[in-house]
């Protein structure tokens, strides 16, 4: 069965550091999502991405944050400073309509320190 | 803005049928889905549900009222790995990004 695949599993970095996070979306899905869960907390939405550009993100993606297809199968999730308060867990998602259900990827546990 | 309701927790045994209820207020409408979420994992689809009436997969429903904001979740025949989270989610606009509004989940736990 089709999966969202996420790498990596886990992954520790210094506060101000640059991360990249990885997702590979469902082959036939046109529409990705990056959505973070703070340990405890409820899944926020972070952005959403169709047709090659962010069609909405929310007040949580700022700046910092910046999306990016860099091939035909790969969307990345780039954090350009990162601060303690960005420790969560980031899930990626895809869809294959924007009005469909989104699949989740397993996540990405990131930790600042 | 958007805000969802769901209880946060909820015990219910082996077998047993318990129903999860979430109640929303969103800006338009365009879709609620349930999610199970169990602890330290990602969550994955239960449900969809964009008229109003229910929706039966196999031990889960839902049901959907869009003039009262409410939807429910029912699990029949309760087995223990059931216990998990349960996530209520909205798409609240008319639009067709994706973005969805979760609520905090419904933390089941079920009991021998």
């Known amino acids: 069965e089709p999966e969202v695949t996420q790498t990596p599993s886990h992954q520790v970095t210094q506060m101000g550091q640059e991360v990249i996070l990885r997702c590979v979306p469902i082959?036939?899905?046109?529409?990705f999502y990056w959505y973070r869960q703070i340990l405890g907390q409820k899944v926020e939405f972070l952005v959403s991405f169709y047709n090659n550009e962010i069609s909405e993100k929310s007040e949580i993606f700022d700046d910092q944050f910046s999306v990016e297809r860099p091939d035909g199968s790969n969307f990345t999730l780039k954090i350009r400073s990162t601060k303690l308060e960005d420790s969560a867990m980031y899930f990626c998602?895809?869809?294959?309509?924007?009005?469909?259900?989104?699949?989740f990827g397993q996540g990405t546990r990131l930790t600042v320190v | 803005g958007q805000n969802i309701d769901q209880p946060t927790e909820m015990t219910a045994t082996e077998g047993a049928i318990v129903q999860i209820n979430c109640t929303y207020q969103t800006s338009g409408f365009n879709g609620l889905f349930w999610y199970q979420q169990h602890a330290g994992e990602a969550p994955t689809f239960l449900s969809y549900n964009v008229l109003d009436g229910l929706e039966e997969k196999g031990r889960f429903s839902s049901f959907l009222s869009r003039s009262k904001g409410y939807s429910y979740l029912l699990l029949k025949e309760l087995q223990m790995k059931d216990s998990a989270s349960y996530l209520c989610?909205?798409?609240?606009?008319?639009?067709?990004?994706?973005?969805?509004?979760f609520g905090d989940g419904t933390t089941l736990t079920v009991k021998p």
């Open positions: 082959s036939n899905h046109l529409y």
């Open positions: 998602a895809s869809s294959i309509w924007g009005n469909t259900e989104a699949f």
């Open positions: 989610a909205v798409r609240g606009d008319n639009t067709n990004a994706g973005k969805s509004t």
